[in-house]
């Protein structure tokens, strides 16, 4: 059984939706998953797990929340050479600049991304971009 951590940081919800389906989507294959606001999570969260997804909207201008995502993101990716990642979140202002940033970044740390893009979902996600985090959560269970 593969123990997966989902770490977010969420402003109004919707990326803590993404994560919760992600979550459906991990259990229903039968994996462990540990879900934690970034703000209680621990490097150990992500040395320790098989795999990881991380979720964060789009804030600032096209980039993480800059408080606790991104110096967490920034201890991370200096222990996520060759693990398997799913990046996700929400936006609503623009066409997803920030994800695409972040994904080539964590690539360049060496992750092994799930979603050579990420995942994105516009705004509140709906109920069609849940399901496909369930699906995606169960490919990460299984990868
Ligand atoms: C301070 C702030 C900055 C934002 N910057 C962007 C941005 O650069 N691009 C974008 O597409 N959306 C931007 N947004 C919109 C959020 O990404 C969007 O509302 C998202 O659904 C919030 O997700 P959450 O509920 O998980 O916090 C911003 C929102 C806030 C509050």
């Known amino acids: ?35 934690l606001q970034v703000s209680g999570a621990s490097l150990d969260d992500v040395k320790n797990a098989d795999a990881v997804a991380f979720g964060c909207p789009a804030m600032g201008a096209e980039e993480l929340e800059e408080e606790e995502m991104r110096p967490f993101i920034d201890q991370s990716k200096e222990v996520i050479r060759g693990k398997k990642t799913l990046l996700f979140g929400s936006y609503e202002w623009a066409e997803g600049q920030w994800m695409k940033d972040w994904a080539e970044e ?13 995942f994105i979902a516009y705004d509140d996600p709906d109920e069609d971009a849940l399901d496909d985090l369930r699906m995606l959560g169960k490919d990460l269970a299984r990868a």
């Not at 992600?22 to 294959?29: A, M, P, S, T, Y």
């Open 1 to 35: 059984m593969k123990k997966i951590s989902v770490i977010y940081w969420s402003g109004t919800g919707h990326t803590e939706k993404m994560a919760q389906a992600l979550v459906e989507g991990i259990e229903k294959e039968g994996s462990e998953a540990k879900l």
């Open 106 to 118: 964590m690539k360049e740390a060496g992750a092994d991304l799930l979603e050579a893009e990420g």
